[in-house]
Structures are given as C-alpha cells and as structure tokens.
C-alpha cells in the first residue's frame, strides 16, 4: 500500500504539464477494437486504469505497445468474448467492451463494471438502448455477469436516454458505428469528452454527426480502419492543479490550454475572487487576495463538472462567508467530508428540500438511499495536518489539496486511487515546490 506524506503551507510556483484526457483515451482504446487494423494514440496519460484496459485488450487477443505516451493497438481477430473478472472490478469502463464484441463477434460476456464507488452509476440506460438495436442481454446473479448476444446482428434504431449519461451516450455510438442502418440518440450527452471520441471514430471511417446540441446521428458502416490520433488535455488535471495554486497562495503556469470545457469553473472562479489570466500559451492561476463564498449546483456539461466539487469543495473553506455545493449528478459524492474535518474543515452535510427531485437529479431515484446531496462550508478555516483516507480517485484529490495548504504534516493512505487517474501526481506536484514524499510499504 502507497501513502503520501504531505508538509503543507509551500507556495506551489511554476509551470506544470497536463497530460492526456482520461475519459478520451479509456473509450478511445475501446474504439480501436471496433477495427482489425492498427491504431496509433498519442499523449495518453499512463495511468494505472489506462494500463488496466491495455490488458483487457491482450485478454481479449490483441496486441497493446507502449512507448512513452504513445500506445499502439491491434486487434485482427477476438480470440474471447470474454471480459476478466479480475479486470472487470478495476475499472467501470470495462463494460464498454460490450460494444466491439457484439459489432464484431456477435456476443460479449461482461461482468458487472466496477471502479470508483461514488455511487450506484447504473448501466440500465446503456442496456436498454442496446435491446432496441436486437441485442438479447440478461444479468446472472449466479456468476455476475451479463450475458449479450446480436443473433442477427445489430440494427440501428432511435432511442432518447431518460436522463444524460456520459458513458451510455459513448457505449451506444460505439455499438451503432457498424449496426446496419442509422441510429438517432436523443437526449444525448454532450461533454466535449464525447465530441472528441466522434472525431477519432470519424477518422476511423465512421459516419457521425451531431446535428443538435443532444441529438446524434449515427449512419453505420460496414468497416473501419486504422488511424493515428492524439489526445487533448484532461480538465479535470487543469481544474486540480488550478485550485492548487490558489489554496496554496501560488502562481502556476499551465501550458498549452485554453477556456475550452473550462468555461463553467473559469465563471466561478471569477465570483469567487480567485486568480487566472488567459494567455496564448496557456492559462495561469494565481492568489490574487481574500476568496469570496460562492453557491454551486454541479450538472452534466455545459454544467459545473462532479469531478469538480470536491476541489472546490476545498478552496471554499478559505473563502468568506457561508459557501453551498448542491450535487446533482450521483447521490454519494461526499466521502471526503469526514476527512476534511479531521483537518479543521467546518462542513455541514444536507439535502435541499426539493418539490421536483426527480427531474432535478441525474442519478436514479431509486439508488438514493439516506445520502445526503448538498454541503454547507464556512470560511475562512485554516487546516491542520491529519491522517487521511481516501475513497475514490477524486476525493483523493481532494484530500491531497487539503493538504498542501494545511498547517502541519500529514499521511495520506490509498494513494492507488489517485494512480488510477494522475500520472506522476506527486513528482509534478514537487516541481512546484511541493514537500510530498511517497511511502511504498510492503504488504
């Protein structure tokens, strides 16, 4: 097990890397197995889920090379239709595979996803749009698994998600690039995420357009072939490393971004005071004086961002004033509230009274159970140093944010989570000026 030991109150200065979008390169590398020909992906982040569906591919019978941030794949022939269950409960995203499988082999065989637990984040969306398209799917509670078969191959259809989901929008283009006919989904996500994934499809041969804001049309192909792309940055590294300059009263750098999927926290970060300045090579964040408290309801894009909240979460507890943080996209996203106490935060945990939930939430009501959706933060607080816990990938970001502007020295156990989406977190983090030291204990 990996802990971070973390000495805050260092100004992080300088300039720091950003490196690929997680979210891009996971569902790109899925894509690539949509074709027998060889794909070439560029500035990937090597990150351990990254890694995790590399060796999905090898099971699966294809070929994944690794050199530095540029991954080569090739998948000529699936020798399984099988995902690892081993595998499978690393990652979420490992379900996806269910669209390759059944475009190319006509079954698939997957097992429950799993990754990050921050929340019940259902796949009913993605299983319904796939009946529609002739895939006959059940769940066995017996072995875990689902069990999916195209006997007749998949059929373009028109379905409209009952409510926006990110990773259902982009499993069901995957399973209509090569069903037979044209597919029309309605309601669809529209993080920039996805419109990047169509780019990359696109370049493969397939025929997608997105003719409305939510609606995508997908005319189906009978092939596609190899193609080389590259990755754009990931926001959520951008939105990280910007609240660490700010908590930290520094002045970073980060190269080669622009306001592009940023646009939300920029506005924010504008209400609250909070320091940036839009340049042509990049965009710095800086302290620029006393943070403002601010109210902020996350939402699917163009929305304030989930994976967003608890960064911000952190630098509301150094602003004036009472600061609210209503979340609306899963109904367990606050795990890191009790850490953040131990360390001085003064967090109360609530639910708005609403009339309508249903329509305000995006997770099913059903999955709710007795969590609590908003949080109340007074500030400002100074932090202190305390031994943490972290839950999921991005609580673990939050927790090291916490940290580096706490007073003190503090221990930071399950640092694998934060592997699973920052590479190099804790030697970029250095070279601002950073004192984090990574333990490597032996089991």
């Known amino acids: 097990m990996n802990k971070f030991i973390i000495t805050g109150g260092k100004k992080l200065k300088g300039e720091v890397p950003i490196f690929g979008s997680k979210n891009v390169a996971l569902k790109v590398l899925v894509a690539a ?16 889920d990254f890694i995790t569906m590399g060796e999905i591919i090898v099971h699966l019978g294809g070929k994944v090379m690794f050199k530095e941030h540029t991954v080569s794949v090739s998948l000529p022939k699936f020798s399984s239709e099988k995902i690892s269950l081993e595998k499978a409960i690393e990652i979420r995203t490992s379900y996806m595979f269910v669209a390759p499988l059944l475009a190319r082999v006509g079954k698939a065989v997957i097992p429950n996803p799993g990754g990050c637990r921050i929340g019940a984040r259902p796949i009913d969306r993605v299983v319904e749009g796939l009946e529609k398209m002739g895939v006959e799917i059940r769940y066995s509670s017996k072995d875990g698994y689902f069990h999916a078969a195209a006997p007749k191959g998949l059929t373009g259809t028109e379905y409209k998600f009952a409510k926006n989901t990110h990773t259902g929008t982009e499993t069901m283009i995957l399973a209509a690039v090569l069903a037979h006919g044209r597919t029309i989904l309605e309601n ?16 493969m041969g397939a025929k997608i357009v997105r003719k409305h804001s939510r609606t995508i049309v997908i005319d189906g192909v009978s092939t596609l072939s190899g193609t080389r792309f590259r990755v754009g940055p990931d926001r959520n590294e951008v939105v990280t490393f910007a609240v660490a300059a700010i908590i930290t009263e520094g002045d970073i750098l980060i190269r080669d971004i622009n306001r592009n999927g940023l646009s939300e926290f920029l506005d924010e970060l504008t209400k609250c005071g909070g320091g940036f300045e839009e340049r042509a090579n990049g965009i710095r964040f800086f302290y620029s004086g006393e943070l403002t408290a601010t109210n902020v309801v996350t939402s699917f894009y163009p929305g304030f961002m989930t994976d967003w909240q608890g960064p911000w979460a952190v630098l509301m507890t150094k602003a004036n004033g009472i600061s609210t943080i209503h979340e609306t996209v899963y109904e367990n996203r606050f795990t890191y509230v009790e850490e953040l106490k131990k360390m001085g935060a003064d967090i109360e945990l609530y639910s708005p009274q609403l009339a309508n939930p249903e329509e305000i939430y995006n997770f099913n009501i059903k999955d709710d159970g007795s969590f609590l959706h908003a949080a109340r933060i007074k500030g400002p607080t100074q932090l202190h140093n305390a031994i943490l816990n972290i839950s999921d990938l991005r609580a673990g970001a939050t927790l090291v944010l916490a940290a580096l502007a706490a007073k003190g020295e503090s221990t930071i156990f399950g640092v694998e989570h934060l592997d699973r989406g920052y590479e190099q977190f804790d030697k970029r983090l250095k070279i601002l000026g950073a004192k984090i030291k990574r333990i490597v204990e032996s089991k």
């Not at 197995?33 to 351990?48: A, F, G, K, M, R």
């Not at 993080?191 to 499809?201: A, G, K, N, Q, S």
């Open 188 to 203: 669809a996500a529209e993080e920039p995420e996805i419109d990047e994934l169509i780019v990359f499809l696109n370049q």
């Open 33 to 48: 197995c949509l074709t027998d020909e060889e794909v070439i992906v560029e500035n990937v982040p090597l990150i351990s």
